[in-house]
């Protein structure tokens, strides 16, 4: 296992889970303070092994609990039907491939929203390679995310 420090400097001091900065001078019993959260190990049933840890503020990790995490996508965005991102992370990558991840009026929407995408991505899931693709389709244009 990983101590917090090493944990923390991995993940540039940002929560996994919000995106916001983590504060390491904080309590660890702050609501704001850091966590390590061993979701990996949950996930596969066994014990995490270095580097599998993330960091989170203690709400979020608190928050979470037991339960499938739930990364949001900004609500600035207008989009139809996003998917929940930690699902398309797990898939992509296990399997690789491409994925459908929302619909959007506008092209400029739909690739702004990959812009986002491609970037909270690169912090969700470090050592997954994605980008993104925009095509129009049923009088709206599809937001496409695939391995590289």
């Known amino acids: 296992m990983s101590t917090l420090d090493e944990v923390g400097e991995r993940a540039g001091w940002r929560c996994w889970l919000c995106d916001e900065p983590v504060d390491a001078s904080l309590s660890k019993d702050d609501p704001r303070g850091a966590s390590i959260d061993s979701i990996a190990a949950a996930v596969k049933g066994r014990k ?27 609500s600035t965005m207008f989009l139809a039907d996003p998917a929940p991102l930690v699902g398309v992370v797990e898939r992509l990558g296990r399997k690789g491939g491409r994925e459908v991840v ?13 812009t986002w995408l491609v970037d909270r991505l690169s912090r969700l899931a470090p050592d997954l390679r994605v980008e993104t693709a925009v095509e129009p389709g049923g009088g709206q244009f599809v937001l496409m995310l695939r391995t590289v």
């Open 48 to 74: 995490a092994a270095k580097g599998e840890e993330r960091l989170a503020h203690r709400a979020c990790n608190t928050r979470k609990g037991a339960v499938k995490p739930v990364v949001p996508w900004p």
């Open 102 to 114: 929302a619909r959007s009026p506008s092209r400029q929407d739909a690739e702004d929203a990959g």
